[in-house]
């Protein structure tokens, strides 16, 4: 599918990581592998630190600290939110949805539209159509957009195939009508069902009910230890698919946008370790220094959160006084690519805080929640 969207902008983005970190360091000693290959692997990958949420923080509660701190800050009020569009593939209930229990956490208005879509990498991209489709509508002036995961609850710490990559995150991103010609967002997605089993929990829905049986730890032909309510990966069924269909993806977006691949200032793409980000940029032919690799070893692969996470890290001050076009793109699970191309910047906020644990939602997180 492709789609254009115009007057719609970002006007601004929070990203949120917890507090607690985790090193790969200390985790060398979960793995079932000697340590020197698992310290090759590291370098290579880009494992260093990642931020895990400690066990009372759920995904809701990451976002509506990050929605808090934007109140708190004065960059959007909470009577006047009109619509959240929760993007997340982890949630705090079965029912109700994580938008429903976001707005009671928050207090918003009840006149608020609240949806939820459940997405893993490429959930910003999605996101970011959908609460462009809401404001192209002329329904609403403005959308907040949580992208929100906690992937870490389905990765094994005996796995050095995922556990190692995960993180948790969340951010809000505000989405605006603008009377600017230049504010326009080209979007292309593709999916893949067939390659589905490429990256999948087999576990703990209604094609198989979470058990104890399923809980059980079972060692695979590599050597890591999971169980089928784990996160399977198969490496390098992923790689092969990344190196052969985000390029030409890439290619199409820009013919589809009517740019110059040459004209993308930044390719803020999601982060799944370092050394397929590499390959990826040498493949587009693209300088490496525009298209970050690095929030891996900082933060983790926290799925749908990491492209504002990317921007926040790497972009932060520049986005409040440049605008440049990029472009945003994913791939994961499903398999499923989602690439947009716009003119980001001159936003009235971008940056990166740190959640403080406990569950808090309130900001200052002193007070009560």
Not at 129 to 141: E, I, K, L, Q, R
Not at 310 to 325: D, S, T
Request: hydrophobic letters at 40%; aromatic letters at 8%; proline letters at 5%.
């Amino acid at each position: 599918m492709k789609a254009t969207l115009r007057g719609v902008k970002i006007r601004g983005i929070c990203a949120t990581v917890p507090r607690q970190t985790y090193y790969f360091e200390d985790e060398l000693k979960f793995f079932p592998f000697p340590e020197k290959s698992s310290r090759r692997l590291g370098r290579v990958m880009g494992f260093n630190e990642h931020r895990i949420a400690d066990p009372q923080t759920t995904p809701c509660d990451l976002a509506s600290y990050t929605m808090n701190y934007v109140f708190h800050r004065g960059w959007l009020r909470k009577e006047a939110v009109q619509a959240l569009v929760v993007v997340a593939q982890m949630q705090d209930h079965p029912i109700p949805g994580n938008s429903k229990v976001i707005h009671g956490q928050l207090g918003l208005p009840v006149e608020a539209f609240c949806t939820d879509l459940y997405e893993n990498c490429i959930g910003f991209v999605s996101g970011l159509y959908t609460a462009c489709c809401h404001v192209a509508s002329g329904a609403v002036d403005e959308v907040a957009l949580i992208t929100t995961d906690g992937a870490s609850c389905h990765a094994n710490k005996q796995d050095r195939n995922t556990y190692p990559l995960c993180g948790d995150a969340a951010a809000v991103t505000l989405i605006s009508r603008s009377d600017d010609p230049d504010d326009v967002i080209h979007f292309v997605f593709r999916n893949d069902g067939s390659r589905r089993e490429a990256l999948l929990v087999p576990a703990g829905g209604c094609r198989m009910p979470a058990t104890a049986e399923t809980a059980r730890l079972i060692r695979d032909e590599m050597g890591n230890y999971r169980s089928l309510n784990s996160m399977h990966m198969d490496g390098t069924a992923v790689f092969q698919f990344v190196m052969e269909c985000v390029p030409p993806l890439i290619d199409e977006a820009c013919r589809y946008a009517g740019v110059d691949k040459g004209e993308i200032r930044y390719h803020l793409t999601h982060q799944p370790n370092r050394f397929m980000l590499e390959k990826l940029a040498d493949l587009m032919r693209v300088p490496r220094e525009i298209l970050f690799n690095n929030i891996v070893e900082h933060f983790g692969n926290s799925s749908c959160v990491t492209i504002p996470v990317n921007i926040a890290y790497n972009l932060g001050e520049k986005m409040l006084r440049e605008k440049a076009r990029v472009c945003l793109s994913a791939f994961g699970a499903g398999l499923s690519l989602a690439a947009a191309i716009c003119r980001l910047g001159n936003l009235d906020f971008c940056e990166l805080i740190e959640h403080p644990g406990n569950g808090t939602t309130a900001y200052p997180h002193n007070h009560t929640s």
